[in-house]
Every structure is written in structure tokens, then in C-alpha cells.
């Protein structure tokens, strides 16, 4: 079965840091580009990061430039958001999210999505 | 920055079309696609490439996008098709940006 699973959430103080993970199983992680993808408490979804197959091209949200971190490693089938300097603008449920395009390649859609991972950040 | 503008709410009858907007500049020259969204769930991609449907997406569902706005169209809407639903475009290089979500209620 294809399947994402992130790990990793929890509560955090303001300021401090948390490292999101997203294990991915039944597909090969490294034949995809791959994404996070946020959604605040009761609210909509907003794209977080994004990374290619090969980590040569990586993006961010201009509300987290500078204190995320989004890596890989294709080896171990794991996907990873550093997070740092966190506010409580940053609490939500943080999704891992395939990327639809072929041989790694950037798309318009996420195909597979994960459970989520759940941040609080209260002091 | 860009951003994509859906109406919070929409209503339609059991075995009704539904249809669910999108707007946002020059959308048609952007791919949009669109996920359901159903209570404790993770979002399910139900429409990409403006038009394509994923692998197990029903018929009834389907897409368009053209000018300044994109479609989402449920025809004999079921009362299982009630969720949120949300448009995401895309620039081509790498910038996605989501709509705030349309609730669709069955009623």
C-alpha cells in the first residue's frame, strides 16, 4: 500500500524548534518530488515546501523563508521539515504530500497525502 | 503574491449539479487542480491538470479552467460528496497556492 506517515509534532515554546518527519512506504521515495503542505487549526490548506527527487530544487512559502528547512533522504525513504523560530503562526497540522509529476519531476497536484502531524506552539 | 479567491459556501439538492469556483489572475494560464476534503481526513485529489481525473474519481466529477476562473463540477451530486473543497494552481516553477475552500453541502 502507498503510504505516507509523518512524525515528529508535539508542543513547542515559541522560539524554539521541532524537526517534522514523513515515512514513505510502498512507492520509491526518490522517483518522486515531494511536498509540505500545512492546514491552521479550522482553516484552509497552505503549501509549505517543496523538493525535488534530488534535492537540487527546493522552495519555501514566503511565511516560512529563513526558518525552515525542508531535506531528504532518498536511502531511507524519509522526507524532513526543520523547523525553527517557530510562532504560534506556525501551529497546524502538518501533511507530507507526493508530488503527481512523473520521473520526479514538479506537477500542479499532490497525489498521496499523509495523517498529518500536529504542532502547537504555546508557552 | 498570488492568490485564489472561492466562495466559503455552496449548496445543492441530492442528484443536482454542483459547481465550484475558482478565481484568480490569468488562472487559465496556470494548472489548476482540486481536493476533497471530508471531516478527520486527509485531502484527496479529485481533479488535476484542469481537467484529469485521478485513477478511482468518479465521472461525475469534472474541470475546466479558462480567463480568470476555474470549475469544479459535481453533476448528480450524492450525498457522500459533501466536504470541503479546495483549488490549487500552480505556476509552472515553484510556487503552489491554495483557494480558502468552498464547503459543499448536500441538502
Known amino acids: 500500500e502507498v503510504q505516507l506517515v509523518e512524525s515528529g509534532g508535539g508542543l513547542v515554546q515559541p522560539g524554539r524548534s521541532l524537526r517534522l518527519s514523513c515515512a514513505a512506504s510502498?512507492?520509491?521515495?526518490?522517483?518522486?518530488?515531494m511536498h509540505w503542505v500545512r492546514q491552521l487549526p479550522g482553516k484552509g490548506l497552505e503549501w509549505v515546501s517543496s523538493?525535488?527527487?534530488?534535492?537540487?530544487?527546493?522552495g519555501y512559502a514566503d511565511s516560512v523563508k529563513g526558518r525552515f528547512t525542508i531535506s531528504r533522504d532518498n536511502a531511507k525513504n524519509s522526507l524532513y521539515l526543520q523547523m525553527n523560530s517557530l510562532g504560534v503562526e506556525d501551529m497546524a497540522l502538518y501533511y507530507c504530500a507526493r508530488d503527481l509529476g512523473l520521473a520526479g519531476s514538479f506537477s500542479d497536484a499532490f497525489d498521496i497525502w499523509g495523517r498529518g502531524t500536529r504542532v502547537t506552539v504555546s508557552s | 503574491s498570488y492568490e485564489l479567491t472561492q466562495p466559503p459556501s455552496v449548496s445543492v439538492s441530492p442528484g443536482q449539479t454542483a459547481s465550484i469556483t475558482c478565481s484568480g489572475d490569468k488562472l487559465g494560464d496556470r494548472y489548476v487542480c482540486w481536493y476533497q476534503q471530508k471531516p478527520g481526513q486527509s485531502p484527496v485529489l479529485v481533479i488535476y491538470q484542469d481537467t484529469k481525473r485521478p485513477s478511482g474519481i468518479p465521472e461525475r466529477f469534472s474541470g475546466s479552467n479558462s480567463g480568470n476562473t476555474a470549475t469544479l463540477t459535481i453533476s448528480g451530486t450524492q450525498a457522500m460528496d459533501e466536504a470541503d473543497f479546495y483549488c490549487q494552481a500552480w505556476d509552472g516553477i515553484s510556487d503552489w497556492v491554495f483557494g480558502g475552500g468552498t464547503k459543499l453541502t448536500v441538502l
Open positions: 523538493i525535488s527527487w534530488n534535492s537540487v530544487v527546493i
Open positions: 510502498g512507492f520509491t521515495l526518490a522517483d518522486y518530488a
